[in-house]
């Protein structure tokens, strides 16, 4: 089947500078319409939508649990986004915050939930003012309520956010039960990604097979995407899934300089090679390269950067983001990070790697959280593409390209780790 030319929706007449008011995004996106829940849920299962969040979860599936569950029900948009290379949710949320207010009502009537709750990371004033004004322009809002967070790497993890929404520390937990069965206040919770969301309200208005338009029949619909390092034109994309990792950096205005790697995923995500930019931009097609999309980030690495040098930068943010709520995050990754120091400023001991390894492979799975398994996720795929590089430095220790600023630890996730 021949598809139609990909044209933006998530994205579609924005302006710059400026959320969209409900005037101009009724004109753009036209009126929700009302749906019986069960048929919605049907609908989305249909569309296959799956969560734009990180861990690419069935959306239906969710709904399913929470509708399912007994007593007062919540949805709560996920906007904390703790990854700091992506962008994507706060563009979202700053220029079409109506699209996303829809998609946790519509939400809520599929799951009937009688609140939804939008989690902002409290550095997040740009996007917690659009919100205001939207909340202000609505007639059908009086259910939703924006709540501020902590502005940290993990506190996007739904159960994290859901501790955090309910007055404790924002840590994660991979104990039983899931929030979509005992969330906030202990009710049956939707938590979903604000990307998420915004795709489920264009789902209601156009249906299913409108989805499907779009990427591929596996992978269907579209994707926001955060697109930094060596391109002329940084910033958020929407895509559809399926695209090849080279056609997004054209898209971007081209490479700047040859690119020696790319980071796909985020910091818990995972390194190719500059070869592999034919790459497609879906799970199948990640998976081939031993990637995901995880939280739609995408770093183009230069050539006359030091990947040593970036990488042990952000071994050392992870080790420091850690929720320290067992042994593998407070010792293992402590330890990963000092023999990752010790092997870029070429005071490691041959054997360095293997030791790297087979710690990796004694923390994942192990942790309290699965901040152990993504950190571990990022540096295996370092050590497999940068095995040269780490050698090198190793054994003749720092090199001219050290010093350079970094490309993977922009201004906001040192101000995380502050």
Known sequence: MTRPPFRPRLLAGLSPGRALSREEHLAVHGDAPSWPAAALRDEIARSGLRGRGGAGFPTAVKLEVVAAGRGPRAVVVNA?????LSDKDRRLLEHAPHLVLDGGLIAASAVGAGEVVVALPDGARAARAALGAALAERDDAEGVRLETVPEAFLTGE???????????????????????ERGLRRRPTLVQNAETLAHLALIARHGAAWFRESGTEAHPGS????????????????????????DVL??????????????????????????????????????????????????????????????????????????????????????????VRALAD??????????????????????????????????????????????????FGRCEACDAPSVLLP???RALAA
Do not use: K, N, Y
């Open 158 to 180: 739904e159960s994290a956010l859901i501790r955090a929404l309910d007055g404790g520390p924002a840590l994660p937990t991979v104990t039983p039960p899931r929030p979509a």
């Open 250 to 339: 054209a898209a971007a205005g081209g490479t700047t300089e040859p690119v020696q790697a790319m980071l796909v995923g985020g910091f818990h995500g995972s390194w190719v090679r500059g070869d592999a930019l034919r790459a497609h931009l879906d799970r199948d097609g990640l998976a081939r390269v031993h990637a995901t999309l995880g939280a739609g980030v995408l770093v183009a690495l230069p050539e006359s950067a030091c990947a040593v040098a970036e990488v042990r930068a952000v071994v050392s943010w992870l080790a420091a983001q850690g929720a320290g709520q067992c042994g593998p995050c407070v010792h293992g990754l402590a330890a990963m990070d000092g023999e």
């Open 223 to 246: 994707a926001l995407v955060t697109v930094s390092g060596c391109v002329r034109a940084p910033g958020v994309r929407e895509i559809a899934l399926g695209t090849r990792l080279d």
């Open 80 to 84: 904390a986004e703790g990854e700091p």
């Open 411 to 413: 201004s906001r996730a």
């Open 346 to 395: 070429g005071r490691a001991a041959a054997g360095s790697l293997e030791r790297l390894s087979r710690w990796g492979t004694q923390l994942v799975g192990r942790g309290a959280c699965h901040h152990p398994d993504g950190t571990v996720r990022f540096l295996r795929s370092a050590t497999t593409v940068f095995a040269d590089q780490l050698e090198l430095h190793r054994r």
